[in-house]
């Protein structure tokens, strides 16, 4: 009982973190992915609120010891663009070595995917942001692979609900959020942050 209080208590934080720096916009919007959303999550702002940054970045870390557990991985992957941003602070505030997904082989110098030391056999653990259709981390995933590292595991800060988790199951990646955008919804509709006809947007993308 007092489990279910203490994570309904940090979904509720985490919620008003997002909504009281702006992070959630309502209209239309084109996702990375593509898709159209009629509502948008930007967690690329986070960085400029310092105190909301540590907050999240330190719940994280606790979300990865409880869930994980640092023995069970040796590095800590970014994924671009602004997975890398949190990435890093986690693998700081675990004290794990860092390594970062680039976009795109680079045309010079090792011409990798992955930058920092992986050696071949090494358990990595995926960090990004957020997770729509989940084709991001799969490819990050699959340059990981490609540069001898093991993934099993992804963790992303929100979960949209829209088919990342199954696309990564398939590929052999378990992803595990800290928060869904379901548990946001509700939360934000239940302190009158959002109305219901903006929760209502938001559990209509949701993918049954």
Same mark, same amino acid.
């Given at each position: 009982m007092k489990t279910q209080k203490a994570s309904s208590d940090k979904t509720d934080k985490m919620a008003n973190i997002l909504f009281k720096v702006g992070a959630m916009e309502f209209g239309v919007? %084109?996702?990375s992915t593509g898709k159209a959303s009629p509502y948008y999550i930007d967690l690329r702002i986070i960085p400029s609120f310092p105190d909301a940054f540590t907050e999240i970045c330190d719940f994280y870390a606790e979300f990865i010891n409880n869930q994980i557990g640092a023995k069970n991985f040796d590095r800590i992957a970014g994924v671009p663009v602004t997975g890398l941003i949190f990435a890093s602070q986690v693998a700081y505030n675990l004290k794990k070595p860092f390594i970062y997904i680039r976009k795109g082989v680079r045309l010079r110098g090792r !011409? =990798? =995917?992955v930058e920092?030391?992986?050696a071949s056999g090494e358990k990595v653990l995926l960090i990004d942001d957020l997770v729509t259709t989940g084709v991001t981390l799969k490819k990050?995933?699959?340059? #990981? =692979?490609? !540069?001898?590292? $093991? $993934?099993t595991d992804a963790v992303a800060f929100l979960d949209r609900e829209e088919g990342g988790t199954q #696309?990564? !199951? %398939?590929?052999g $990646? %378990? *992803?595990?959020?800290?928060l869904k955008i379901s548990e946001i919804a509700?939360? *934000?509709s239940e302190s009158g942050a959002i109305d219901a006809d903006q929760k209502k947007?938001? *559990?209509k993308q949701i993918k049954k």
């Open positions: 919007f %084109k996702l !011409e =990798r =995917r920092g030391i992986l990050a995933a699959d340059a #990981v =692979r490609a !540069e001898g590292g $093991v $993934v #696309v990564l !199951e %398939k590929s $990646v %378990k *992803l595990q959020s800290l509700n939360s *934000l947007t938001i *559990l």
